[in-house]
């Protein structure tokens, strides 16, 4: 008893209010801090798109909600996944999802790095820029490396520490809206299906982590209850403060300077009300704000390979678990998105940011496609629970309509993000098939061994 108190100190499960401020926290990260300057370029058609995603955000997180009163387990999307069509598939949403964490934090700290610049000028060199990027990732790892207590305490203030700068812009915004600043409707060369769609896909970033409290199901206390509960709370509480802050930045901002800013919150502020504390404080919540998301999605990241590591589909190193948490997928995970911040940045490109955020976008909807899917097979099989004729409706129509959404995602990602996205998938099959040659020996050894007990048990029963 006394030797695994100290573990069970740092171990701590998630509350309801914790596992709702964790969804928060990963959707409301850096990507509503940067991604008004990111779709500005589009014109204010981009709204709309807003308003589709977050439809379509909240129907994935019913649609979570459904799969976890099921599957209550760790692991998410790869749960749902693997229970419904078996194990290639559970591969594939855990593979996918973990791209998309670990591809997720090298965006993060992106978006962070230019709030970052507003306090301290690092962005002079890109020596600097990349130290400040490596830091930013690895602080919230420590965090994690902590146990699951620090997690959950560094989640909750975080999340409420973020609601400042966008309440103060969503609503104070409102005072000082100006539609002249608002620039075209349409913009840009694209049609306006088209200008919806690619909007929509960088927006998705925006989004993800709808699943955040499905994926952490096992540390969550009542998961089949509060995982749910936690899902909807998060997401429609993080859609209504995104629809009112991003229109606020697009009334306060001039489109001409929006389109090129890197801390769009901070010129909104400093545009209304003068001079440039406003815009410090902004970028002080801001960082504050991107720093807890990173140490939600360092978990999220470790989370997935963990249960897939469980039942085998993973290299069983990274079912290693300390303090509640992975410290093998943690660690893994963070040098990862360490080495693709660094190639991002020295490869030249000017437009890191939304480079990266397309690959997630593309990535992040193989496991929701998944997931949904195997809600449509749980309703069509009759093997959903007896409910009323009623829900069931209800859910095949939320379940469809989340389905349609996520392949809509995939379309807008473009093809550029699509052919590096699969280019990461493929390379997973060559994991999967490496490790299913190794369950198969295994099995094959075992049945070897039982095999031989018996034939040696029998020629003794023999004599």
């Known amino acids: 008893m006394t030797t695994h108190a100290p573990q069970n100190r740092h171990a701590r499960g998630f509350g309801l209010p914790v596992a709702t401020a964790l969804v928060m926290g990963n959707i409301i990260g850096g990507g509503i801090f940067l991604l008004p300057a990111s779709v500005a370029p589009f014109g204010t058609i981009s709204l709309v798109a807003f308003v589709i995603l977050t439809a379509g955000a909240i129907a994935l997180a019913l649609v979570f909600g459904r799969l976890a009163e099921r599957h209550p387990r760790t692991g998410g999307p790869y749960v749902y996944a693997r229970e419904a069509f078996g194990d290639f598939a559970g591969f594939l949403a855990a593979w996918s999802y973990w791209i998309t964490t670990w591809v997720s934090n090298a965006a993060l700290a992106v978006a962070a790095v230019g709030y970052l610049d507003v306090l301290i000028p690092v962005q002079h060199s890109t020596a600097a820029t990349i130290a400040a990027a490596l830091v930013l990732q690895w602080l919230p790892a420590l965090a994690n490396l902590a146990g699951t207590r620090y997690v959950g305490a560094v989640q909750l203030v975080s999340t409420v520490l973020k609601f400042v700068p966008l309440l103060l812009v969503a609503v104070g915004g409102l005072f000082f809206f100006d539609t002249d600043n608002l620039g075209p409707f349409q913009a840009g060369d694209h049609s306006a299906a088209g200008a919806v769609s690619a909007s929509a896909a960088i927006l998705l970033f925006s989004y993800l982590g709808v699943e955040s409290a499905a994926v952490s199901a096992g540390e969550v206390k009542d998961p089949a209850r509060n995982v749910g509960r936690a899902t909807v709370l998060g997401t429609a509480a993080a859609a209504g403060i995104y629809?009112?802050?991003?229109?606020?930045?697009?009334?306060?901002?001039?489109?001409?300077?929006?389109?090129?800013?890197?801390?769009?919150?901070?010129?909104?502020?400093?545009?209304?009300?003068?001079?440039?504390w406003g815009g410090t404080v902004v970028a002080l919540a801001a960082l504050v704000s991107m720093v807890g998301a990173l140490n939600g999605w360092t978990l999220l990241s470790a989370q997935t390979p963990y249960a897939a590591a469980k039942d085998g589909l993973f290299p069983q190193v990274f079912a290693t678990k300390r303090r509640g948490v992975p410290t093998v997928g943690v660690l893994v995970t963070v040098v990862l998105a360490s080495l693709l911040t660094v190639y991002n940045y020295t490869a030249g490109s000017q437009r890191v940011f939304e480079?990266?955020?397309?690959?997630?976008?593309?990535?992040?909807?193989?496991?929701?496609?998944?997931?949904t899917a195997a809600q449509i097979y749980y309703l069509l099989s009759g093997r959903a629970e007896r409910v009323d004729r009623r829900r069931l409706v209800r859910d095949g129509v939320l379940a469809a309509a989340?389905?349609?959404?996520?392949?809509?995602?995939?379309?807008?990602?473009?093809?550029?993000?699509?052919?590096?996205?699969?280019?990461?998938?493929?390379?997973?099959?060559?994991?999967?098939?490496?490790?299913?040659?190794?369950?198969?020996?295994?099995?094959?050894?075992?049945?070897?061994?039982?095999?031989?007990?018996?034939?040696?048990?029998?020629?003794?029963?023999?004599?």
Request: proline share 2%.
């Open 243 to 276: 629809l009112l802050g991003t229109l606020a930045v697009f009334g306060t901002v001039a489109h001409d300077e929006l389109v090129g800013s890197r801390a769009p919150f901070s010129d909104a502020v400093n545009s209304m009300f003068g001079g440039s």
């Open 355 to 371: 480079i990266l955020v397309l690959v997630t976008t593309f990535t992040a909807t193989v496991p929701y496609l998944l997931a």
């Open 402 to 463: 989340a389905f349609g959404f996520s392949m809509w995602l995939v379309a807008g990602s473009g093809y550029a993000a699509v052919y590096q996205g699969v280019l990461f998938l493929f390379a997973g099959v060559l994991v999967y098939a490496w490790m299913s040659a190794r369950r198969t020996r295994a099995a094959g050894t075992e049945e070897s061994g039982t095999c031989a007990q018996s034939y040696s048990t029998s020629s003794v029963e023999g004599r």
